[in-house]
């Protein structure tokens, strides 16, 4: 398998190397939140990591189920979970081969893609297709961190690895998933990276 794993991101979390954390939910998740734009459903978090917005969104009435393969991460989201008095399931699972037992509404998407190494970007996507019933929705936040000299030598760094929007059209063809008109909102990020901000809608077969 290319790319970290379990291995890796078990050691960054025991030694405290998760730069990726906001120590909260994501503003962009509190923005679809507070404008109504995301309303309460069955809804997965891959790649949940710290379980913010797990919380948050259990908080808010959804039906959550955080998804990690690292143990560390799925204990803190329990932990964080346990410590509000809020109900989620948390699974330790593969998002590459996790099937539920019954569809999604939606998905929220924020660390996970960037996380895993491209050769794996296709099947991934293709899971997260799976999981949604038509007409769901993938509430995705797509890691800016360009590498310009590692892309001019057709390196592949990371993570985090670029979610180039390019990249991500191909990867979610509009044949398959509708995609809003850009431009999309800039998220910042303490790490000194952005995402941009993409609602898609998946179509039916």
């Known amino acids: ?16 190397q998760t730069g990726w954390d906001r120590g909260g939910p994501s503003p962009q998740l509190l923005a679809w939140l507070d404008s109504g734009a995301l309303q309460p459903c069955r809804i997965a978090v891959p790649g949940c990591g710290g ?3 797990v919380a948050e969104l259990a908080r808010r009435g959804f039906e959550v189920v955080g998804l990690d393969y690292t ?10 979970l346990q410590a509000q008095g809020l109900a989620a399931e948390v699974v330790q699972a593969d998002v590459r081969s996790y099937l539920p037992a019954q569809p999604f509404d939606a998905v929220y ?3 996970c893609l960037c996380a895993i190494h491209p050769d794996s970007w296709f099947a991934y996507a293709g899971q997260l297709r799976q999981w949604l019933r038509p007409d769901g929705s993938l509430w995705a936040a797509f890691m800016q961190m360009p590498r310009p000299e590692a892309m001019a030598q057709g390196r592949v760094e990371g993570p985090p690895y670029h979610c180039d929007i390019n990249a991500m059209r191909a990867l979610f063809p509009s044949a398959q998933w ?19 901000a993409v609602r898609l809608v998946r179509r039916a077969e």
Do not use: C, K, N, S
């Not at 398998?1 to 405290?16: C, L, S």
């Open 71 to 80: 143990p560390a991460a799925v204990a803190r989201t329990q932990a964080h």
């Open 1 to 16: 398998m290319a790319g970290p794993g379990i291995a890796f991101w078990q050691a960054r979390f025991d030694t405290q």
């Open 178 to 196: 509708d995609w809003p008109a850009p431009p999309y909102p800039q998220v910042p990020h303490p790490a000194g990276m952005h995402e941009l």
């Open 109 to 111: 998407e924020q660390t």
């Open 51 to 53: 379980g913010w917005e």
